[in-house]
T-cell receptor
Framework: DTGVSQDPRHKITKRGQNVTFRCDPI?????LYWYRQTLGQGPEFLTY????????KSRLLSDRFSAERPKGSFSTLEIQRTEQGDSAMYLC?????????????FGQGTRLTVV | SQKIEQNSEALNIQEGKTATLTCNYT??????LQWYRQDPGRGPVFLLL?????KEKRKERLKVTFDTTLKQSLFHITASQPADSATYLC?????????????FGTGTQLKVEL
């Protein structure tokens, strides 16, 4: 396993279009997180899953955003009717519940540009 | 509201010197604190974790302190090298859990010059 994988690395879309990102976590990790990062800022929490259950969503996550983790493995983040303000780096991270307090392993991110 | 502050300006130091980065927080009771390194265009990489009941943690050239009275963490890199140049992020995890989600500061950019 080479770590957390995200696809695509870059996405340019026109305003109003829908986009979907994919995250493949480290295989034995049961927790998966989505964060959003804009230039000059730290990552902001969006949502997290424990196995297939989505346990928390940030108020940042408007109803245009939806995330799934159907079989407790990979996850998708969809943004509908994209707006220019959605332009950011979308980061996925995973961690293992079994090890107690542990670090998060981040993917390389998907950079979204809405034009 | 909760606030996590890191030095907003870039920190420039000479190779071989010790870099000290600051993380201050308000309206927050973290169970533990983590430091990450982030290079341009890449995701953060974990460096160190320190719990609320620990004062200091070391790993090779890295040292982290955690003062819950001052609500501050200091991150030190000794014998700094140009390869240490990156943005360093502090992240807090709350007492109430929340699935170990991380609340990040804005990060401090470190530049180590020859």
């Amino acid at each position: 396993d080479t770590g957390v994988s995200q696809d695509p690395r870059h996405k340019i879309t026109k305003r109003g279009q829908n986009v979907t990102f994919r995250c493949d976590p480290i295989s034995e990790h049961n927790r998966l997180y989505w964060y959003r990062q804009t230039l000059g800022q730290g990552p902001e929490f969006l949502t997290y899953f424990q196995n297939e259950a989505q346990l928390e969503k940030s108020r940042l996550l408007s109803d245009r955003f939806s995330a799934e983790r159907p079989k407790g493995s990979f996850s998708t983040l969809e943004i509908q009717r994209t707006e220019q303000g959605d332009s950011a780096m979308y980061l996925c991270a995973s961690s293992s519940l079994g090890q107690g307090l542990t670090e998060a392993f981040f993917g390389q991110g998907t950079r979204l540009t809405v034009v | 509201s909760q606030k996590i502050e890191q030095n907003s300006e870039a920190l420039n130091i000479q190779e071989g010197k010790t870099a000290t980065l600051t993380c201050n927080y308000t309206n927050y009771s973290p169970a533990y604190l983590q430091w990450y390194r982030q290079d341009p265009g890449r995701g953060p990489v974990f460096l160190l974790l320190i719990r609320e009941n620990e004062k200091e943690k070391r790993k090779e050239r890295l040292k982290v302190t955690f003062d819950t009275t001052l609500k501050q963490s200091l991150f030190h890199i000794t014998a700094s090298q140009p390869a240490d140049s990156a943005t360093y992020l502090c992240a807090l995890v709350g007492v109430t859990g929340g699935g170990n989600k991380l609340t990040f500061g804005t990060g401090t950019q470190l530049k180590v010059e020859l």
